[in-house]
């Protein structure tokens, strides 16, 4: 797999663009900061591109089914690129109007962009490597965003703020330049798209699939376990950071949980092979819950780094697992349309989660709440599990 071409263009793109990403929303927070005074006008902002991804998502996943994926990579990336133009635009006037024109034209690129990406994998590699491929490509991210932020930080003190974004435009065309060089034969997955244009086509069409695949919603579902603790993530650290009196345990928390993750998929390919990917997504499922809860006794730092080393781990067995399931049973004339309503849902309920562990801190505070969401995501693991027995045995003494 390491010997195709197609695979080290789409990891290098994938660690430039992260460079480029994390440069700029580490500029965006700085930008705003300096111009908005209030937080709940930052988030407003901030949920202005939201909102702009989310409404144009059906025609995204529709489009990504109909013409090349390679054609919709470039597209997003021509105009991720451009819309960084605008934001320079923001800091030489001052005006946070061209920052809203930056962030809806960047999310709407984000929407068209990694649908796209997500199809093309299993394009151009054999169904066993796409497990290992989802786990490097998940490794190649954490990585760009470890290092993005860092030089982010170190640069945003020794360089005017613009020079991020000059950095971050640089990276954009890089990636746009790689992606030209990108040699997928989809001749197969278009002409299934072809003849099914002789009828009428819709963005709904995706949710029959969804819902005659039993393993395939019940994972969609299931990811919803790692949203409610990614959701809340920054606040969570904010809170334990003052519980503890100690601004030092929010670069332990970050740095534990970004390398448990890389480590955990890593070893996911090796993990996969004893242990089926519907268990191993209970057993991250139980184990993420559970590191919730231990943060129960989040004002111990000691038992603090352990829960976010359990739930890094977790997650990065967890989403190249769910990635592969996705990948593997969704039928590929439907993959574009399947990712872009994954990536509307994951925007929503990442916008819910985060309000809903705002008002929650607030109210019954950081523990109660770490219990509340880790006691939700082990119910919510178990039922499923249930629910998988009884159709395992039941598909058992059909065949027998």
Known sequence: MLRNRNVWILLTGEFIAGLGLWLGIIGNLEFMQAKLPSDFLKSLLLAAGMLAGIAVGPYAGRLTDQVSKKTVMLLAGFVRAISVIFMLIAIAT?????????????????????????????????????????????????????????????????LPLSMLYYGSLVAYIGLFILTWFLAIDESKELQLVRNSLAEKTSFKDVFPIIKGLPI?????????????????????????????DSSAIKGWIYTTEGISFMLGAFLIKLISEKISPYLILFACSFLIGGSQVLLYLADNPVITI??????????????????TIFQTKVPKEFHGRFFSFRNMLDRVTYQIVLLLSGFLLDFIGLQLMCVLFGGLSIILTTIFYTRHKYLQTSIDKINN
């Open 306 to 323: 352990i829960a976010f080393a359990l739930f890094g781990f977790s997650v990065g067995c967890f989403f190249p697992t769910a990635a």
């Open 216 to 244: 395939v919603l019940m994972t969609l579902i299931m990811t919803l376990v790692p949203v409610l603790f990614l959701g809340g993530f920054n606040l969570v650290v904010i809170n334990i950071s003052e519980l503890q």
């Open 94 to 158: 001052g005006s946070i109007w061209w920052m809203v024109v930056f962030l809806v034209l960047l999310q709407i690129s984000a929407t068209f962009y990694f649908p796209a990406l997500q199809a093309a994998l299993p394009l151009i590699v054999n169904e066993k490597d796409l497990l290992q491929l989802n786990g490097i490509h998940m490794n190649v991210s954490t990585l760009s965003r470890i290092i993005g932020t860092a030089v982010a930080g170190v640069l945003i003190v020794i």
